[in-house]
């Protein structure tokens, strides 16, 4: 599918934050220093604003963000996959690690702090990803990106506005095969998902969606169960993102994976060590 008309456009409370293109904003300024990486899929540079979370995180390691998290996904789908769709790509953590896979890539972000970052990182992956500089939610509309006080490129907010520069485009838009559906966007993965319920149940992707507290990932799994979705316990990262799987035979290769196996019983030594020292 070709990316989305920039015209009008509507979603829930809060989505994937982006401007059109010429829209107002900060895309197309410096593309920050580049990180080296080394992963499964090779070596490669990624560029980042100094001081952003995932850019330090990567810096320190050297490593993929939330590698965890893209081993079990790698484990999970053939390589190359079916597109893969990255709703909040940010700076193409996820988005260049599936394209090195050799997997097609839909990369949802249009925040205009990030876009510039993001576009950059893609362009040696040009024939493999497409960015889309739009919002996703449950219904098409318009809306408007509010800044977060910390500055950070993942902690942007986005509220409906009928005459907002962005629009907003439903993931049910969608008319290719979808291997993953990765929704990352600060508190609007409620509006992704129901506006995401045709391609679910017609691609049966593996769902990968952040959810902050109980509240809300109960909220998540009442969408995604009715569809016959399964989640995998673990989170697999620093915050709470789950993996939801379309069958149960799907769901025992997760657990059978020796990889999320072994970061169970490391998470629950480390557990048990903390609880130590403080009873100490």
């Known amino acids: 599918m070709t990316a989305p008309h920039l015209a009008a456009g509507a979603v829930g409370r809060s989505a994937v934050v982006g401007p059109e293109r010429g829209a107002t904003g900060t895309a ?20 980042a604003p100094a001081g952003d979370h995932i850019g330090e995180v990567m810096r320190r390691s050297g490593r993929p963000y939330e590698e965890r998290l893209l081993r079990l996904l790698a484990d999970l789908t053939p390589s190359p996959a079916a597109t893969v769709v990255d709703v909040g790509a940010n700076i193409g953590n996820h988005t260049v690690f599936f394209a090195r896979r050799g997997s097609p890539v839909i990369a949802v972000e249009a925040n205009p702090a990030a876009l510039a970052y993001l576009e ?12 889309w500089p739009v919002a996703a939610g449950a219904a098409a509309g318009r809306g408007h990106v509010a800044r977060a006080a910390t500055g950070q490129l993942g902690q942007m907010s986005f509220h409906l506005d009928p005459e907002g520069p962005i629009e907003v485009v439903t993931l049910d838009a969608i008319d290719e095969e979808v291997s993953i559906v990765k929704i990352d966007v600060e508190g609007g993965e409620e509006a992704v998902l129901a506006g995401s319920r045709r391609l679910l149940a017609r691609s049966r992707p593996v769902v990968v969606v952040e959810s902050w507290d109980r509240h809300h990932r109960r909220a998540v799994e009442r969408l995604v169960q009715p569809l016959g979705y399964h989640r995998f316990p673990l989170s697999l990262c620093s915050t ?36 130590l020292r403080r009873g100490g």
């Open 28 to 47: 197309g300024t410096n593309p920050g220093t580049p990180v080296a990486v080394s992963s499964d899929v090779g070596r490669y540079e990624l560029h």
């Open 240 to 275: 709470p993102t789950y993996v939801y799987l379309p069958s149960w035979s799907l769901l025992l290769r997760a657990w059978t994976s020796s990889r999320p196996l072994s970061w169970a019983a490391s998470a629950t030594v480390g557990r048990v060590a903390r609880r």
């Open 120 to 131: 950059r990182n893609t362009r040696p992956y040009r024939d493999l990803v497409r960015v």
